[in-house]
């Protein structure tokens, strides 16, 4: 199973970015997809997720109202579009898979490599 989160950069506050990931290796229409960041010196946190259909989706308070995941079964791809971000966004993102919706990390049985979102002030 290969996940790979691709789109990070440096973004001013207030600008988008949209993140990628794209999943090889398993049925990738099965799983929900799970969206967490870790800042530096910080623990890995819960940002969204969506269930296997696309269907539903749920976010961290932090990011409610301005991030929005999507997804492609068809192209086995998940997305994390992000808009107005802040300097607190500032994280490395990470993708992953698992059967269960939630937003714990052990939740989660598959993980890909990162991908770095810096937001400048």
């Known amino acids: 199973v290969q996940l790979q989160a691709s789109g990070g950069g440096l973004v001013q506050a207030g600008g988008s970015l949209r993140l990628s990931c794209a999943a090889s290796g398993l049925t990738f229409s099965s799983y929900v997809m799970g969206w967490f960041r870790q800042a530096p010196g910080k623990e890995r946190e819960f940002v969204a997720l969506?269930?296997?259909?696309?269907?539903?989706?749920y976010y961290a308070d932090s990011v409610k109202g301005r991030f929005t995941s999507s997804r492609d079964n068809a192209k086995n791809l998940v997305y994390l579009q992000m808009n107005s971000l802040k300097p607190e966004d500032t994280a490395v993102y990470y993708c992953a898979a698992g059967y269960v919706f939630g937003v714990m990390r052990h939740s989660y049985s598959y993980w890909g490599q990162g991908t770095l979102v810096t937001v400048s002030s």
């Open positions: 969506i269930n296997s259909s696309g269907g539903s989706t």
